[in-house]
C-alpha cells in the first residue's frame, strides 16, 4: 500500500502553466482631420481599486465581477491606460512627444486631460465597456473648456480573454478619438 501512494504522488511529467499576458492593443492611425497645433498634456488618469490587480476582471452581471485564474494583465493596466491614451492622442492631433504630468513648470502645455474612470472591463460574452469622466482644462488659467461623462462599449466576435481585450482596446480608442476631436474644438 505505500509504495502505492508513494507512486501516486510522483509526477511524471511537467508542469503546463496556463498564464496568459495581455496587453491593450495600440491605438488605430489617426482618420480625422489633419493635426492641429495644440498643446496637450496627460493629466491624472485614475482607475477604480477593482482594476488595481494584475488580473484580467470580467463583469459577470450587473453588481457583480471575477478576478481570472489564468489571465493577466502583463503590466498595470492603468500605466496600459496612460501610454495609450499619450499615443492615441499623439497621433489624433499630429503632436510629438506630448508631457504627463507632473511635468517641469516651464514645460507646461496650454491645455491637461484629466480622466477619472468608473468602469472598464468586459463581460463573459465580450462585450466592453468604458464609463469616465474627462475634461480638458486650460493650464495657466485652469478654466475647465469641456467636462464629459460617456459610456463607451465595443462588441467582440466571441468572450474569448483576446477579444475582450481588443474590445477593450476599441472602446479606449472611441474615448480618444472624442476627446482629440474635443480638443481640435477647443485649441489653446
Not at 34 to 63: C, D, E, F, K, M
Not at 108 to 120: I, M, N, S
Not at 167 to 181: D, F, K, N
Request: include cysteine; hydrophobic fraction near 45%.
Amino acid at each position: 500500500m505505500g509504495i502505492g501512494l508513494a507512486a501516486a504522488c510522483v509526477n511524471l511529467g511537467p508542469a503546463t502553466d496556463p498564464s496568459r499576458y495581455f496587453h491593450l492593443p495600440a491605438p488605430e492611425a489617426s482618420t480625422g482631420p489633419a493635426a492641429t497645433a495644440v498643446s496637450l498634456g496627460i493629466g491624472t488618469v485614475t482607475l477604480p481599486g477593482y482594476l488595481a490587480g494584475s488580473h484580467l476582471v470580467r463583469r459577470l452581471g450587473p453588481t457583480e465581477i471575477a478576478r481570472s485564474t489564468s489571465d493577466y494583465w502583463a503590466e498595470p493596466l492603468a500605466d496600459q491606460v496612460q501610454v495609450r491614451l499619450k499615443e492615441g492622442l499623439e497621433e489624433q492631433l499630429g503632436m510629438a512627444m506630448m508631457p504627463v504630468f507632473p511635468w517641469r513648470a516651464d514645460q507646461a502645455p496650454g491645455l491637461r486631460l484629466d480622466v477619472q474612470v468608473y468602469r472598464f472591463d468586459a463581460d463573459t460574452l465580450g462585450v466592453a465597456e468604458l464609463e469616465a469622466n474627462w475634461s480638458v482644462t486650460r493650464v495657466t488659467t485652469r478654466e475647465v473648456l469641456v467636462k464629459r461623462h460617456n459610456i463607451w462599449r465595443s462588441e467582440a466576435p466571441s468572450g474569448s480573454a483576446e477579444d475582450a481585450v481588443v474590445a477593450m482596446g476599441s472602446v479606449l480608442q472611441q474615448m480618444i478619438v472624442e476627446v482629440a476631436t474635443a480638443v481640435r474644438q477647443v485649441r489653446n
